[in-house]
């Protein structure tokens, strides 16, 4: 495990250090909870990030969990998570002078990133045609939780409305209970990482023409690619899907419950290993039951069949009349299963090619040998807490610009005299006095 | 030129890129489909002797069982595409592909390391004929470690990945999401981010690289603050079903159902039933919110309670303040609740189903999200548009799904050189099939 760790600087400015890949790109946080997985996505490749906050600290500050309980804007998990690599400055939006020193932001930067409900920057001068105006080159990145124009689009969104609004979340739970939202603002993390992706584009595309645009993210769309088939189930076939739980109607497809926690098992016919591996599995244990009797080969050679279980899967009739017979085999799957450990049955069922993992807990990930190898976890410094913190990586690894946590995130107003005194050239009297004011 | 390909606009905004596509499934192609729609040259290989699953799943018009071409699921994933027959096993594909990597920008494959080893295909080859490539892997685990090996795909990454332990209601057992979830944003997304990063940073150094994105990882970075939450304070999250500790009410509602009878997609096959059960998901935030909410329901008196006025009182309270809401929800249609609680500044969502979203929805069907396209084997289908708009060079479907291997001979000759000698002898020694 400790090999695993790799150091990191800890606190203090994002210096010019190794090659990064958007060492060159200046970025504007503005967003709320919605988009601050997409800063920080451009933050951990090497943008810098600089996070406007209004005076006295950010919302997202007052977001549970804290470090050690203790409710502090400066001890936030979640701002601790979201906001690595970035800087921070204070500013007040709402008043002139405020908006008179983000406008001399906005001259330098490249890209804004921004959450608020359409119109909102327009009625206070900022909108995308005032601020291309002061600089062509810009890009702003709106999220929003339903795009910048429509019916919807002043209609106000959360993390689970617009899970329900995609489609995504009819998919999710069990039948006897409500639809169950999908953990951690999965709808804030998909249109956060779709609006980096069109904000690459868009700086892709300024390389060649020069030329900035605005990038209108609905949150409602960029969830929509997770419902799987089932937009095409209802355009091809005219069927709805809706949440069926963690189990299928096929055996050996879904969760399963063992010793010390569940584990996900899927036999599926023509990948990988087939039912002739799972009976000698279970053999070998002498848990086979009745299943290498004559009688049940036929039965196992439909469910060793993709195309007999798909032409099963759209023919209630003939699949009613299978049911009986999988719930046999599904029980006995779920017997040999029950009295093992998770990582037991894991290593024991890749060892013969069969698709089982464990359900993992945020504990196993932490103790997992595969994320240890490939130096998954990242330790960071936070010397006002005294402590180092391990902290999940990033989703890659690039051979010439290597992602890295290089900093935690900011302090409020952290960087106001690096910003506004070094970069954009105020006295320290004069940030004083926007200070005093409360500007800043 | 050949007249079965995509349309080309300059103003797309990756016209001029071309993209070797080894990847197959979900998590790669969709990748792939962002970076087309918006005007790379993507060429998929394909193989008859080892075909991409998609291409034998459901859905397919019932006419169309068996037709490699007209499986829904991969032609979504595959619009604005070119395909290539290449057979992997025969040895004379190597030289097809190290013609076609030395005039691609970009390599992206998602098969096991295990395979690639055995083809010999690797970013240290590639380079050799293409010095600035960029090559992206996407394996399961990884190319490195104890597990580079083990056996996965889209259904085995939510559970590995932590996301599935998460998931479920308060003293019930980890769910999922009933579906492969990071398959079709999440990793798919942090691809075509290392991709345009990648390409961005070559043009300005002239230096291509390599990119390992393994599943495993983009899962786990996706875990909001469940790693933190038990790293600094050694506790791991419970599971929460559809609440919130900073939010109440929020949750999902169950509303007046419809009479009307639709066929579901069930684990026993499709079934007719009523659409009886409908739902609104609800969030309330701020007191002003919650102040909102008391007003669309028409100012009730159980509102008025003050245990109610704070989001503390709200919390502890919970399971009396969402049997009253329900009871409001219950007797009216999921879009009156929607229509009604949006009046009146409260976040709401009709949880829709995919007949809602594609056939009803008002806003995705102004913005024209999704796009209809006319295949010559399955006819007119839906396809998911593109996820963002930009307002200068937006991106668009230029053409339906290719079909199997539609395009070998424009690649093999236009783009590669081979003379139509060469071509036939390379179809019939089976490397074009």
């Known amino acids: 495990m400790e090999q695993a760790l790799r150091p990191s600087t800890g606190s203090g400015s994002a210096g010019q250090d190794k090659a990064t890949l958007l060492g060159d790109v200046r970025v504007l946080d503005l967003a709320d909870a919605k988009g601050v997985y997409c800063a920080k996505l451009l933050a951990d490749l090497g943008a810098d990030v600089v996070r406007v906050e209004p005076p006295g600290g950010d919302p997202l500050r007052n977001l549970p969990p804290f470090y050690h309980d203790q409710p502090h804007p400066e001890r936030s998990l979640y701002w601790f998570h979201f906001n690595t690599n970035k800087r921070g400055i204070t500013l007040d939006l709402e008043r002139a002078d405020g908006r008179a020193l983000f406008r001399r932001l906005v001259q330098r930067a490249d890209v804004l990133v921004e959450t608020f409900p359409p119109g909102h920057l327009a009625a206070r001068g900022l909108g995308y045609d005032a601020l291309a105006e002061l600089n062509p080159r810009l890009i702003v990145t709106s999220i929003t939780g339903f795009g910048q124009w429509g019916p919807y689009k002043d209609f106000k969104a959360s993390d689970i409305t617009s899970l329900a609004m995609s489609g995504v979340l009819t998919l999710a739970g069990l039948p006897e209970d409500p639809p169950n939202r999908l953990w951690g603002s999965q709808a804030y993390h998909m249109g956060s990482v779709q609006a980096a992706v069109g904000t690459l584009m868009a700086l892709y595309e300024r390389e060649l023409s020069g030329l900035g645009q605005q990038v209108d993210v609905s949150l409602q769309e960029a969830a929509s690619m997770a419902q799987e088939t089932a937009m095409q189930q209802f355009d091809i076939k005219g069927v709805i899907r809706r949440r069926v739980g963690g189990r299928r109607a096929f055996p050996a497809s879904g969760i399963y419950e063992c010793a010390d926690g569940h584990v996900f098992l899927s036999i599926i016919a023509g990948y990988g290993a087939t039912w002739d591996d799972m009976l000698s599995w279970m053999a070998s244990e002498g848990k086979e039951g009745d299943l290498l009797e004559p009688q049940w080969q036929e039965v196992i050679a439909v469910v060793n069949d993709f195309r007999s279980l798909m032409a099963l899967a759209v023919d209630a009739k003939k699949l009613a009349e299978r049911l009986r017979q999988f719930q046999h085999v599904d029980q006995l799957v779920e017997a040999f299963l029950r009295p093992q450990t998770k990582q037991g049955l894991y290593d024991a069922a890749q060892s013969r090619r069969i698709m089982l993992v464990p359900i993992s807990s945020p504990a196993d990930l932490l103790a997992s040998e595969q994320l240890a190898a490939l130096e998954f976890f990242h330790q960071v410094a936070h010397a006002e807490l005294g402590a180092t913190l391990t902290y999940p990586g990033g989703p890659y690894h690039f051979s010439a610009t290597p992602w890295r946590i290089r900093q935690r995130a900011p302090l409020i107003g952290e960087h106001n005299d690096e910003v506004f005194c070094q970069e954009l050239g105020l006295s320290h009297q004069e940030l004083s006095l926007l200070k005093a004011a409360g500007a800043i | ?433």
Not at chain 2, 230 to 248: F, K, M, Q, S
């Open chain 2, 1 to 433: 030129m050949a007249d079965n390909l995509p349309s080309t606009s300059p103003r797309l905004p990756l016209a001029g890129i071309r993209i070797a596509d080894f990847s197959w499934f979900g998590a790669g192609p969709i990748a792939t489909k962002l970076l087309a729609d918006h005007g790379a040259e993507v060429i998929r290989f394909e193989s008859q002797t080892h075909l991409d699953g998609l291409r034998i799943a459901q859905p397919v018009p019932d006419a169309k069982v068996g037709n490699l071409n007209c499986s829904g699921y991969y032609n979504n994933f595959n619009s604005s595409k070119l395909s290539l027959f290449l057979n992997l096993s025969k040895p004379p594909s190597r030289e097809v592909i190290w013609r076609l990597v030395k005039v691609s920008d970009v390599v992206v494959e998602n098969f096991s390391p295990r395979v690639m080893e055995g083809w010999g295909l690797s970013y240290e080859e590639a380079r050799k004929v293409r010095p600035d490539i960029i090559w992206v892997d996407q394996p399961m685990q990884g190319l490195r470690g104890p597990h580079k090996y083990y056996a996965g795909f889209g259904a085995t990454i939510t559970p590995l990945g932590g996301m599935a332990y998460l998931m479920g209601f308060p003293g019930r057992p980890p769910l999922g999401t009933g579906t492969n979830y990071t398959d079709y944003v999440i990793n798919p997304g942090h691809l075509a981010i290392s991709v345009l990063g990648a390409l961005r940073y070559r043009r300005r150094t002239g230096q291509g690289q390599h990119i390992e994105m393994s599943q495993f990882e983009s899962s786990v970075s996706i875990l909001e603050t469940a790693i933190l939450e038990h790293t600094a304070n050694g506790r791991i999250p419970e599971r929460l079903g559809n609440r919130l500790p900073y939010a109440a009410p929020h949750g999902l509602y169950r509303c007046r159902g419809e009479e009307r009878v639709v066929t579901y997609l069930s684990e026993r096959g499709p079934a007719p039933e009523p659409k009886a059960e409908r739902w609104v998901a609800i969030a309330v935030f701020t007191d002003a919110e919650w102040r909102g909410l008391g007003a669309a329901l028409g100012d009730p008196a159980w509102a008025r309670d003050e245990r109610f006025a704070t989001l503390a009182g709200r919390k502890a309270h919970e399971d009396e303040l969402d049997r009253h809401l329900e009871g409001w929800t219950r007797q009216r249609p999921a879009e009156e609740a929607l229509f009604t609680l949006q009046a009146h500044g409260v976040a709401a969502g009709v949880v829709q189903d995919a007949e809602d979203t594609l056939r009803h929805d008002p806003q995705l069907r102004a913005r024209g999200y999704y796009v209809r396209l006319n295949h010559p084997e399955a006819g007119q289908t839906a396809y998911d548009g593109p996820p963002f708009q930009m307002s200068r060079t937006p991106g668009s479907l230029r053409r339906h799904a290719p079909l199997l291997g539609e395009h070998t001979e424009y690649v093999c000759k236009e783009l590669l050189g081979y003379t139509d000698d060469e071509v036939a002898q390379l179809i019939v020694d089976g490397v074009l099939e």
